[in-house]
């Protein structure tokens, strides 16, 4: 089946604009992950949900990051009045099940959303 | 917090055995990850290990001492195509369950 997909691929924005970024996981997966990588690291958690509801959003660098996943698929997460320091690779992930209890399922990756802002 | 360190970058020649370290530090260690990160592209998952000993699947293996904190990830017969970054990631009760990743390894296999 189709895999864990996000929208824009690329996206280049003014500083001060908001961006809002799209993930669709898997079909059935329960859980979502966001997280931002830089060049030549590994990622970085930002925030993660099961179902609809957000559990774990330590990872969100500030205020102006929001994600949410109102209907447990789709995810979006939105940046506000973005910075030069925002542009990363951002990527999303999937699993069929989530962090509680230490599941074996591994997170499926999604391409990734390169995010430049100017 | 974690700390997880892995070599930034090993050169092995095709056929060889690569052997690539990751070091942890956890308070309530639940797993680790090992993803294979080609360039450019979204990293894919290779294997878990959350008990003490090697797993092995076909030219990956994987290795995981808690007791000292250590894993290792084993690639036997290197082809060109295993040339790609390899990450290790650890999860931690202590810290809700999320995945830590480290910095990457990159491997580069020449011919």
């Known amino acids: 089946g189709a895999g864990v997909s996000q929208s824009p691929r690329y996206k280049v924005t003014k500083r001060g604009q908001d961006v809002a970024l799209r993930c669709d996981p898997i079909s059935g997966h329960v859980s979502l992950y966001w997280y931002r990588q830089a060049l030549g690291q590994g990622p970085e958690f930002l925030t993660y949900f099961n179902y609809e509801a957000q559990q774990d959003k330590s990872g969100l660098p500030n205020d102006r990051f929001s994600a949410e996943r109102p209907e447990g698929s789709i995810s979006t997460l939105t940046i506000q009045r973005t910075e030069q320091r925002d542009s990363a690779m951002y990527r999303c992930?999937?699993?069929?099940?989530?962090?509680?209890?230490?599941?074996?399922?591994?997170?499926?990756f999604g391409p990734g959303t390169r995010l430049t802002v100017t | 917090g974690q700390n997880i360190d892995q070599p930034t970058e090993m050169t092995a020649t095709e056929g060889a055995i690569v052997q690539i370290n990751c070091t942890y530090q956890?308070?309530?260690?639940?797993?680790l990850f090992w993803y294979q990160q080609h360039a450019g592209e979204a990293p894919t998952f290779l294997s878990y290990n959350v008990l003490d000993g090697l797993e092995e699947k076909g030219r990956f293996s994987s290795f995981l001492s808690r007791s000292k904190g250590y894993s290792y990830l084993l690639l036997k017969e290197l082809q060109m195509k295993d040339s790609a970054s390899y990450l290790c990631?650890?999860?931690?009760?202590?810290?809700?369950?999320?995945?830590?990743f480290g910095g990457g390894t990159r491997v580069l296999v020449k011919p």
């Open positions: 990631a650890v999860r931690d009760r202590a810290a809700g369950n999320k995945l830590t």
């Open positions: 956890t308070s309530g260690f639940n797993g």
């Open positions: 992930a999937s699993s069929k099940t989530g962090l509680a209890g230490g599941s074996s399922y591994e997170q499926y």
